[in-house]
């Protein structure tokens, strides 16, 4: 194998490293605006935990596991475009 192809390979791999990183970054910064959502709507007291993400008509949608205080847990959905946080219970 050549240098060239040798160093290639290198700078494709570290390409493919270094998009998944900034999908988590993504990942993590949809989170929060969620989150900021979330206890703007339900209250500050409001426990909310990330179960899961996917992406979705160039929109990131969020899976949420949300617990107001006082209440019973609830799975809430929080599409992200842009600056624009959503929030559904899937039912729309």
């Known amino acids: 194998m050549s240098n060239l192809s040798r160093i290639l390979l290198i700078v494709v791999a ?3 490293v270094s998009a998944g990183a900034n999908a988590a ?3 993590g910064s949809a989170f929060g605006q969620c989150k900021a959502e979330v206890k703007q709507q339900l209250g500050a ?4 935990k990330l179960k899961g993400s996917r992406q979705k008509a ?13 209440e019973s847990r609830q ?5 992200v475009k842009g600056e ?4 559904s219970n899937g039912a729309g």
């Open 14 to 16: 570290f390409a493919g």
């Open 25 to 27: 970054t993504s990942v």
């Open 45 to 48: 007291d409001t426990r909310v």
């Open 58 to 70: 160039g929109a990131l949608v969020v899976k949420l596991s949300v617990l107001p205080k006082g």
């Open 75 to 79: 799975t809430l959905f929080c599409t």
């Open 84 to 87: 624009t946080a959503v929030l």
